[in-house]
């Protein structure tokens, strides 16, 4: 089994490769930081032993970083099982104080990117005998919340788009999840005083992913919401 995961070496996405590779799967991880995908790839390498690992650093804002690593996986792989959009950038700031590029930027990385990655390795999803496309959301993709102005709006577009993807590809054989993650700690979360026990750890996130991927044949959960037992922060 090939998997696919964007924003590899930290948070959801780190722990949704480890999760992948403790199934058997081999890994086409991409980040921007070269060094941390070399750190990933060592320690996911030495846990798991059978585990195939590519790595490419790629900004996912980028058109050709996203076909740079598209096509390392095209010669590499005939098929693709899953494929992961879970890079993500987020800057805080309300529509009309934050900086005005905000948008610009965070769109670029945050639906831009998982499209063209998704178009590039559309054959490739297509040849496998199961696929699986899982588009990381989030609760601001339904939601607004304050300081989140430009974000939220990327990630309603996201949503919208794996929406409209899985109703493109209802008759390809080829399943499409949103997942909306409620508050998860990550690193954008670091020296925030948070009680552990009131967010969600990016393995919970990762488990219930990898719990989709193994329903039947013939079920599919196409929106996967998940939040803190106490709700959002």
């Given at each position: 089994m090939n998997v696919v995961i964007t924003g590899a070496t930290q948070g959801m996405g780190y722990a949704l490769a480890e999760a992948f590779a403790a199934e058997g799967a081999h890994l086409a991880l991409t980040?921007?930081?070269?060094?941390?995908?070399?750190?990933?790839?060592?320690?996911i390498a030495k846990n798991f032993p059978k585990s195939q690992i590519i790595t490419v650093p790629a900004d996912l804002g980028k058109a050709n970083d996203?076909?740079?690593?598209?096509?390392?996986?095209?010669?590499?792989?005939?098929?693709?099982?899953?494929?992961?959009?879970?890079?993500?950038?987020?800057?805080?700031?309300?529509m009309m104080e934050e900086d005005e590029d905000n948008l610009?930027?965070?769109?670029?990385v945050n639906l831009f990117?998982?499209?063209?990655?998704?178009?590039?390795?559309?054959?490739?999803?297509?040849?496998?005998?199961?696929?699986?496309?899982?588009?990381?959301?989030?609760?601001?993709?339904q939601k607004y919340f304050?300081?989140?102005?430009?974000?939220?709006?990327?990630?309603?577009?996201?949503l919208g788009y794996s929406r409209a993807l899985r109703e493109e590809w209802k008759e390809q054989g080829v399943k499409v999840t949103s997942v909306l993650p409620g508050a998860t700690y990550t690193r954008s979360w670091e020296g925030a005083n948070i009680d552990p026990k009131r967010?969600?750890?990016?393995?919970?996130?990762?488990?219930a992913v990898v719990d989709t991927w193994k329903l039947p044949d013939t079920a599919l959960i196409e929106e996967l919401t998940l939040r803190p037992p106490q709700g959002d922060l």
């Open positions: 980040a921007r930081t070269a060094a941390d995908l070399i750190k990933t790839k060592e320690i996203v076909e740079a690593f598209a096509q390392k996986i095209k010669e590499t792989w005939d098929s693709v099982e899953v494929l992961v959009n879970n890079a993500g950038l987020f800057y805080t700031g309300d610009e930027k965070m769109m670029a990117g998982p499209v063209r990655l998704t178009r590039y390795l559309a054959p490739l999803l297509f040849k496998a005998e199961k696929a699986h496309v899982f588009n990381i959301c989030s609760v601001a993709s304050p300081g989140s102005g430009s974000y939220s709006v990327t990630k309603y577009a996201l967010i969600m750890q990016p393995e919970d996130v990762a488990q």
